[in-house]
């Protein structure tokens, strides 16, 4: 399409059009939160819809409640789809292909991505998929986060793209392999039709929107739209100082071996071209916090949203970022290296890139968030008569304290940057798995220092209501704290412990943990980081300080031994 014809559409048209095509999505988002069994899901969001192109299978318009990382990674999804089509007669109306592959598809093994494509005049126009976070799909560990996988099937059962829908009819085969593969086939089944209706409800409203303002119209529309995504991100750009912007951030270990990994990127600005090389990145490790290319695309992709989020969420976004990943990297890994940590290692990507950019531009730029979702799984087995004997799995990610920046203080008790989740209600997890939450609250000295003081983490104490129960954790900023910017101060690091026969441990490795044993009223705690702060602390007001004094903000962070 030329910029003639691009430039031709109606600015207010184009404003209404885009307008209808996030609410197809949104649409997309809702019906899953409200259909699907899983609380990770129905609760916390952690999925996303949105519509890709036929030919190149680039992002053209996402929902605004779902995940910004599964948009980045989605792209690739449908690439991976359409490819694995082509060699058994193609994409066809009315089929719908399935996986879970993190290589292809991006993040790790929960994630099942969905695509369907969509088809005007026995045309293909564009895709639809969907992509949720399954509650449990096989492994060696309920929930699936393993911090002791050093290859991918101790993860989760492995999906190659298939097709679970053929002419719109379940293929039940496929069905069986997946629910043969979990701890938790009814939740299974809920959240596969959840996605699935997700589906059929996004093709009828693409169907009705194409009706009333006709194929060629909506073509145009998208094309523009990512045009102008590219433009805006040009003119950012340029607008920043040319030069070379390094910074290196640490992983604690990845649950195998108890050695620090660096993420490293030396971002160079030129005129209207951004270039991210992480040449300088660790090598890809033996346990489970590689993380492929196609979900180090999509990170970088989250971060350029928050350091420009004016600009339209489409694949223009990345028109004018260069990308340097050499392959065998901790952040370009391959198959069979393990990936089911990925969450720590982009939001460590997410971090270096918003360090790097207040080099060239502090007022941009944000301090850095606490850097881990902290995954808990808690699991075991019902012993009450009406229960007896059923499995039960709880796992949840917890929140901290973002980072401040030049408008103000970070944000407390947030969730991570790589998304627009929320963090599970205790209410909602009370009643769904037998536990009880003894502490759920700031943590009191926990944000960095600074002009803008970053946002405090959180403290959860969880204690188990059954007789035993196996638990785990996967998280990191257990000794590398989350930095600040312009002058400001690092946030509090990590604190994971558990209880056993009335004292307080913490794992060897800090973060990451398995084999933890739990008996009736015992507890574990998690004590998240704060957000790291922004400039001089001596700039913070006289009566910024008292109004932090007064709310508790500010007294000492609390270690894993306060309390107990």
Known sequence: ???????????????????????????????????????????????????????????????????????????????????????????????????????????????????????????????????????????????????????????????????????????????????????????????????????????????????????????????????????????????????????DDMLDNDGVVDKPLTIALDMTIKGERLTLDFSRTAPACAGPVNISRATAIAACYVALKHLFPDVPANAGVLDAVDFVLPD????????????????????????????????????????????????????GHRTDAARKGQRWVMFSFFGGGHGGHSQGDGLNHGNAPISTATIPPLEILEAAYPVRFTQWALRDGSGGDGEHRGGLGAIYEIELLEEDADVFVFGERGRSAPKGIAGGGDGALNVFSYENAGKWHEPPMASKMVGIKLSRGERVRLQTPGGGGYGDPHQRSKKQHESDAAMGYTTKAKTAGDGA
């Open 1 to 247: 399409m030329s910029e003639t014809q691009i430039e031709s559409m109606d600015p207010v048209t184009l404003a209404v059009l885009k307008g209808r095509l996030e609410q197809i999505a949104d649409e997309m988002d809702a019906t899953l939160y409200r259909s699907a069994f899983n609380p990770i899901i129905a609760e916390a969001h952690d999925a996303c819809h949105g519509l890709y192109d036929a030919i190149s299978g680039d992002t053209l318009v996402q929902g605004k409640s779902g995940l910004p990382i599964f948009v980045g990674v989605m792209a690739f999804a449908v690439r991976a789809a359409a490819s694995a089509a082509g060699p058994r007669g193609g994409m066809k109306d009315g089929d719908t292909w399935l996986f879970n592959d993190p290589y292809e598809g991006g993040t790790h093994a929960n994630d099942f991505k969905l695509v369907r494509p969509f088809f005007r005049d026995g045309k293909l126009f564009c895709y639809l998929a969907s992509a949720a976070h399954w509650h449990d799909v096989g492994g060696a560990v309920p929930g699936n986060y393993n911090p002791a996988a050093t290859e991918c099937w101790q993860e989760a059962v492995q999906i190659p793209p298939v097709r679970i829908q053929r002419d719109g009819v379940l293929v039940d085969d496929v069905l069986a392999i997946l629910k043969a593969n979990t701890r938790l086939p009814d939740s299974l089944w809920g959240d596969l039709n959840a996605q699935l209706a997700a589906l059929e409800l996004g093709a009828k409203r693409l169907a009705g929107l194409l009706d009333e303002y006709g194929d060629a119209l909506m073509q145009q529309a998208m094309g523009e739209l990512r045009q102008r995504a590219l433009r805006l991100m040009r003119s950012h750009i340029s607008g920043l100082p040319d030069g070379l912007y390094s910074f």
């Open 328 to 379: 065998g990297l901790v952040i370009s890994a391959a198959r069979p290296r393990p990936v089911g940590g990925y969450t720590e290692t982009i939001l460590r990507m997410i971090d270096v890139i918003f360090s790097a950019a207040a080099k060239a531009d502090p007022k941009r730029a944000v301090a850095q968030a606490y850097g881990t979702i902290n995954a808990l799984s808690l699991a």
